[in-house]
């Protein structure tokens, strides 16, 4: 992705971090075996699997991870210091604990923004990049049994997290990937996977031109939220959702410009807001 980024690797270079960590939190991660049966039973009932079956969150484990993100984040914006300071103390004194950092409720970790005063995307980034290697161990053994089911919402049939990232597949289908777990789904072309709204009267899209033809920031009047979306058909050496997503920070620029917000920030969002 680097290679293909090569003005922007300077502004990359933090997300190297973040990979680095996960890939140091591999080799202890719970993984679950899931049979089709519970699964479907799950999502006939518009259940995420981790409803009933969250992973186990060893709370050292997390606190390392979520520090680890936390001091990353205070060293690129110092500003936030003292707010994270404050979520740390509600941590020490058990107000936040790694369960409320799970994609569950509309607003992710809702406690951590609650005690700490940041804002709703910083606690979810942090959230997110602490538990995707967890969520991601744990639910692999659930993805093949996706493929026959019905899902229809806009949030992830495995963790229940708002999408990160469009993909348009072959026959012009659209793909939703999901950032805290690395799970896919597909959903319905002329509906926001944020509010429900359908048809193409809400659809705001703004297509990329030139050496980002392809790339397009699909957003929805309604509910002024928007995903970038990345048509496979015309990209087929584009790299896995969430690093698309990561890198293309400047089309994230021209969203927000446009008065749109993402539901599930990437750490340059933040730096930028
Ligand atoms: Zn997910
Ligand atoms: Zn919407």
Redesign the pocket.
Known sequence: MLERRRPLAASLAPYGDVLARWAEAADSLAERRWSAAECAASWRRGA?LTDAFPPPLDAADVEDALGAAMEQLARLDAARAPALQRLADAWDAGAVDAAALL?RAAVIGAPATDASGLAPEVVSWLACTTLRPY?DAW?TGARAHLEAQEWTRGV?P????PPGFIDVIEGGHRRLA?H????AWTFARLRCPLCDAEGTGPLYRLKAEGADEGYVVSGCRSCRGYLKELDRRERWNGGPPLLEDWATPHLDVVARREGYRKPVSALLDLLAF
């Open positions: 995420p994609p969520l639910l992830c495995f963790c229940g997290a999901c805290f777990c690395g799970g």
